[in-house]
Each structure stands twice: as C-alpha cells, then as structure tokens.
Antibody, heavy 117, light 110 residues
Framework: QVTLRESGPALVNPTQTLTLTCTFS??????????VSWFRQPPGKALEWLAR???????YYSTSLKTRLSISKDSSKNQVVVTMTNMDPVDTATYYC?????????WGQGTLVTVSS | QSALTQPPSVSGSLGQSVTISCTGT?????????VSWYQQPPGTAPKLMIY???NRPSGVPDRFSGSKSGNTASLTISGLQAEDEADYYC??????????FGTGTKVTVL
C-alpha cells in the first residue's frame, strides 16, 4: 500500500525559509523510474507543480520558482524534503507531495502553510 | 511555463455527457502523450483519473475517457453522476522536463 504524508510548519513568517518533509511508504526511491514531486495550491486557486526528484538523484524545478527551491531525498528514511526561501504571503497554500514523473498516482493529504507575521 | 487553458466551468444533468478541454502548446500537450487528468472534490487531495492521454487507473469508472488532438486534450465524462461534481485539472509533461497544470474546471451536476 502506497502512502505519502507531508509535514512541516503551519505558519511561517515572511522572508523565512519553509522546509517541508514528505514521508512515504509502499515504494522505494532507489527503484529505477521512481520519482517524487511537490506541488502547491493557494486557497481557491489552481494546482502548481514545484519540483521533482528522481531515483537517481536528478532534480527538476519550476522555471518561475527555481531560484527559491531545493529538493533532496533520504532514501534510507523514505523521505523527500523541499525548501523554499524568502517566503511571502502569496506563498500561502496547501502543499502536496505525490509519486510520479509525468503523472501522479498517489498523493499525500496536503499541509496548509500560511505566511504571515 | 504558462498554465494550460481550461474552461472555468461546465455543467450537465444526471446521465448526460460533458467534455472538458485543455489547451496547451507544442512544448507541452502537443509534444508528448503525457497528459493526465485529476479530480479534486472540495477539501481533498487530487485523484488521478486519466494518464498518458487515455489510460484509466484501476478503480476509475469507464465513464471517464480522455483524448488528444494536436495541442488540445479532452476529458469526457459520460453518464454524469452526482459524485462526479468536483474540480478537474489537466496536466502535461513539458519539453523542459517540468510539469504544468491547467487552470481547472468546476463540474456541476444539475
């Protein structure tokens, strides 16, 4: 059974760095072709893809956010971590992680991050 | 990377068919058969409904079907049911090895 769960702070101050962890089970990121991506969805708005990390360590980022994002993995812990620097109130959103590369078959439940002082 | 274009809303009566369009460019929808569709009822995580243009994951009813022509993909829901009421998003892999979603469509069952 594949599961993913996002964890991290619910509230972040403007200009701070956000760190979110995706803890997964039911698959391994050491398996060829396995990938995990991060997404976000501001309240009432559309989904947005943020970043992806592949089984071989290759990373890919949203063109508009690449200067602020970093994604990494700890395969021994079955975790993927994403950091986003210089947070702003417009970054308030539900953040999701999911398994996949060009389609995403299992998703976490999401975690709401509010950026406010 | 600009979002794919979807109609804001579509509606249909129980048992009718509705089609949602998803228009991109030759750098995304038009370049690969890597278009997928997601269903998202309010307050829930997205659920994969269609992958690689027209494939249904196990457990997705066969009233959901997908197609593509050029830079436009489509999702058709045949025999609309009350539980189909949700937001739907298309998504596509891109030539830059990134991923782009559509603007989202709210499906209302009348």
């Amino acid at each position: 059974q594949v599961t993913l769960r996002e964890s991290g702070p619910a509230l972040v101050n403007p200009t701070q760095t956000l760190t979110l962890t995706c803890t997964f089970s039911g698959f391994s990121l050491t398996t060829t072709a396995m990938c995990v991506s991060w997404f976000r969805q501001p309240p009432g708005k559309a989904l947005e893809w943020l970043a992806r990390i592949d089984w071989d360590g290759d990373t890919y980022y949203s063109t508009s956010l690449k200067t602020r994002l970093s994604i990494s993995k700890d395969s021994s812990k079955n975790q993927v971590v994403v950091t986003m620097t210089n947070m702003d109130p417009v970054d308030t959103a539900t953040y999701y992680c999911a398994r996949g590369r060009w389609f995403f078959d299992y998703w976490g439940q999401g975690t709401l991050v509010t950026v406010s002082s | 990377q600009s979002a794919l274009t979807q109609p804001p809303s579509v509606s249909g009566s129980l048992g009718q068919s509705v089609t949602i369009s998803c228009t991109g460019t030759s750098s995304d929808v038009g370049s690969y058969n890597r278009v997928s569709w997601y269903q998202q009822p309010p307050g829930t995580a997205p659920k994969l409904m269609i992958y690689e243009v027209s494939n249904r994951p196990s457990g997705v009813p066969d009233r959901f079907s997908g197609s593509k022509s050029g830079n436009t993909a489509s999702l058709t829901i045949s025999g609309l049911q009350a539980e189909d009421e949700a937001d739907y998003y298309c998504g596509s892999y891109t030539t830059s090895n990134t991923y782009v979603f559509g603007t989202g469509t709210k499906v209302t069952v009348l």
